[in-house]
């Protein structure tokens, strides 16, 4: 063959699975989410700058796949995810995702990766970080509905970042909770296998509720809920998947991500389009208020949004500088001359 | 390293940009333009079965960033690309891309594949079967206007679609039309290098322009192009940016792939949002008129729409198939337990 090699242009960073779980562990997993933890902070204290739109999903009667694109003007990141519940009945994930980055100067890629994992990750980090700020002070104690694929990374990230001692774990499947209490054993945490959702709650300040299925529509109902309780509602991000009874949504300020998005996927599709909800990054900022009493009940009606992870994205490019942890691949044509496309192919003639 | 092997649902075909090369030589260019061809026209023809949206853009100073996804209910598919005028000052294309499909019942990745080469073949491809049907019987002559990039793939297409057999080049930069001469000789055609646009379009039945600086606004004026002409207006893809005189759209049949992209994207950016346009899918179905006289100029309004890269996609999965023209790419996180991401992690801890 005389194909001539690729030049640095067209070879683009990629992180594959494999590449991404030895890189949690050269990091440390609860370093790792505080890490992106970090940079997800840094990016929501520059929200304004950056291109935001709601993602663009294509649903099918199994599930939806959605690309979450975001810019800051100087990168641009997107992601592709799936979400298909009935994906574990044959052995699949729920949530597959890869991501890119990209120059927007040149428009070529820079990073791709693997965000299977990454996802897991920036979904917990973002999740303890609002936590940290909107969670009753000295909180100790977490409620985890639904014991899947994100738990125990939702349960260390508030390990890591919030400080909780204790999870209390409960799961319609019996076979979850034993999977997660398994995992969770030996990581500094109380582990309380739960075999009710009012059990779980039981003297927990903070309440996760994290469920795939669409059927299960109110995993939270009013009487459940008492006072002085932060609610970190992961599993309601689709539209007609929601997780809390309605009635809770009214004695709770509601914190979101971005509500064009919330209001289609979040719980908060339940309420009046005009009901008040708080975006979570102008708490960061200053520019509005977060907990403002013990015996308030704040919600974090998450959705997942593009700037999570681009942040996580953010996060693994600069980690991987001089690293083993990916590998160049020949994603991009590169002529020698722009403009000749064509003689490159030519000159790729098989002698 | 105990980390377990990646199994087979983990892993995604990859085609890379020396695959994609090494494809294009093992099926040969004119056949693989037809073969893509033949796929555009399956996909066009049944067109209403397909989730359409106007492509997500991401505008700059510099260029522009797309996501550009679609469904036919069984395959989902999306292509990344840019646009970037100026990138060839720096060495660089001017459009990079790559693609996906998933297997919509699962929203599991099925292909990802390099589509900057693949691009200019599916647009080539496109053209080709647009004028093959909208061209006056017996076209013989095409003028080239524009001979950057895509300008030898046009001219290939439209010779083994059409049977075109003489092409007239013209570029403002003449090294441009240098390049494409020389890549065109030996390629079964008469080559006429042109300094003028005019000389160009002198006994010509198909014009194609394909330029791709904004600051050329009107490539072709009103007093250049006479009847009984088609005209493949490729180069105008993004807001602000046309080739034609407002004049010869009025004096044209003009026929587009997508009028909501098209009116935002395409030279009918210049009319009023009202103004007439056929849905060239609905031509090849019967269901609207293509060409009803000799003198009539058909104009092909073109700006590249989601479904061509879906059928392109398609075409290279087939032909990948049973071949050593990819490679499996270990993209996505596989937990032999779906629910056990965690584990998985945990147990690729080094030893």
């Given amino acids: 063959m005389t194909t001539p090699q690729p030049s640095h242009k067209a ?3 990629f992180v594959s699975v494999d590449h991404m779980m030895k890189l949690v562990h050269h990091i440390g997993l ?3 989410l505080r890490g992106i933890a970090d940079y997800i902070e840094a990016d929501f204290k520059r929200w304004p700058l950056f291109d935001k739109t709601p993602r663009v999903a294509s649903h099918s009667d199994t ?4 690309l979450m694109p975001t810019s800051d003007g100087d990168v641009y990141g997107f992601k592709y995810v799936n979400g298909h519940p009935s994906n574990t009945a044959d052995g699949l994930q729920t949530v597959t995702a890869f991501g890119l980055l990209a120059d927007v100067a040149s428009g070529y890629p820079v990073l791709l990766s693997e965000m299977t994992l990454l996802t897991a990750l920036r979904t917990a980090a973002t999740s303890a970080l609002v936590a940290r700020v909107l969670a009753p002070k000295g909180s100790k104690v977490m409620a985890m509905i639904g014991n ?3 738990s125990e990374f939702q349960t260390l990230g508030m390990k890591t970042i919030v400080g909780i001692e204790e999870v209390r774990l409960y799961d319609i499947d019996a076979a979850a909770t034993a999977k997660c209490a398994a995992n969770l054993a030996g990581q500094g945490l109380r582990v309380v296998s739960c075999t009710t959702a009012e059990e779980a709650i039981e003297g927990a300040q903070i309440i996760t509720t994290c469920t795939a299925d669409k059927q299960y529509a109110t995993i939270l109902t009013d009487n459940m809920v008492g006072a002085g309780v932060h609610i970190n509602a992961i599993g309601g991000d689709c539209p007609g998947k929601t997780e809390l009874a309605p009635a809770i949504l009214h004695r709770s300020d509601i914190f979101v991500e971005y509500p064009e998005q919330t209001r289609i996927e979040g719980e908060i ?3 009046p389009t ?3 909800v708080t975006e979570f990054w102008e708490v960061l900022t200053g520019a509005a208020q977060g907990r403002t009493s013990q015996a308030q009940i704040t919600l974090f009606d998450s959705v997942g949004f593009a700037i999570e992870d681009f942040s996580a994205l953010r996060f693994v490019r600069d980690q991987i500088a001089d690293t083993a942890f990916f590998h160049a691949l020949d994603l991009l044509a590169d002529p020698d001359d722009p403009r000749d496309l064509f003689g490159m192919l030519e000159r790729a003639t098989p002698a």
Same sequence: chains 1, 2.
């Fill in 63 to 66: 599930g939806v796949i959605e």
């Fill in 274 to 276: 005009d009901h008040s």
């Fill in 30 to 32: 609860e370093p790792m």
């Fill in 148 to 150: 899947g694929t994100q």
């Fill in 269 to 271: 599709q339940q309420l």
């Fill in 11 to 13: 070879l683009v960073p």
